[in-house]
């Protein structure tokens, strides 16, 4: 997991509160990813960003937010309007050369909203 | 539009025998071809890619994948599993060409190996 930090591991909400995750990294890459995995679903592209004040939706955005104010800050909100909030949530970066395009991915923090 | 599937949920293997987790891809153009594995409740670490040359590509733990254009596959194997293999291994792609800035994932298999 080197690299990249995510924090916290467990983080429990009530229904009806936004909440923010947060990823950080070190590693001076320019591009990071925000993924949600579900059981049995593999991993599901929310939003990313190739460079500072840039960001782009994935395949699954609808109820997320982000921004990218710092290389090294990519903080994930999750708000009200996500129907099913519960998940595990995985943050990663790359480099943005095409030798390079393999993802470091942080450990992840799994959300619980009931 | 680029797309991987892993057509094993679940692949089971004695410790010491060959493995093999397969992968086959979609994309419009030239890919990029990613494994990485996951332990439980913790993110993936990256195992080995194909970029470009040889088809036969060798990354961490002893584990290698062949890139075979003509059937679009990128397995994953190792010749003789440990039980310390077992977890979720993932194949990815990215299209080459267009760029697009991502990786789209597999929906993953589990990999359990027996003493």
């Known amino acids: 997991d080197g690299g990249i930090t995510q924090s916290p591991k467990y983080l429990f909400r009530k229904e009806g509160q936004n909440v923010t995750l947060s990823c950080e990294q070190n590693l001076n890459h320019d591009a990071m990813y925000w993924y949600r995995q579900d059981p049995g679903q593999g991993l599901r592209l929310i939003y990313y960003s190739q460079i500072v004040n840039d960001f782009q939706k994935g395949d699954i955005a609808e109820g997320y937010s982000v921004s990218r104010e710092k290389k090294e800050s990519f903080p994930l909100t999750v708000t009200s309007a996500q129907k099913n909030p519960t998940a595990f949530y995985l943050c990663?970066?790359?480099?943005?050369?095409?030798?390079?395009?393999?993802?470091?991915f942080g450990p992840g923090t799994r959300l619980t909203v009931t | 539009a680029q797309s991987v599937a892993q057509p094993e949920d679940q692949v089971n293997v004695a410790e010491g025998n060959p493995l093999t987790v397969k992968c086959t891809y979609s994309?419009?153009?030239?890919?990029?071809l990613f494994w990485y594995v996951q332990y439980p409740n913790r993110g993936l670490q990256f195992l080995l890619k194909?970029?470009?040359?040889?088809?036969l590509v060798k990354g961490s733990y002893g584990f290698e994948a062949e890139f075979n254009k003509s059937q679009t596959s990128f397995h994953l194997k190792k010749p003789s599993a440990l039980v310390s293999d077992s977890a979720l291994y993932f194949c990815a792609v990215r299209d080459r060409e267009t760029n697009a800035g991502k990786s789209t994932f597999g929906d993953g298999t589990t990999l359990t190996v027996k003493p």
């Open positions: 994309v419009s153009g030239n890919p990029y």
């Open positions: 194909y970029i470009t040359g040889d088809n």
């Open positions: 990663a970066s790359s480099e943005t050369s095409s030798s390079s395009y393999e993802q470091y």
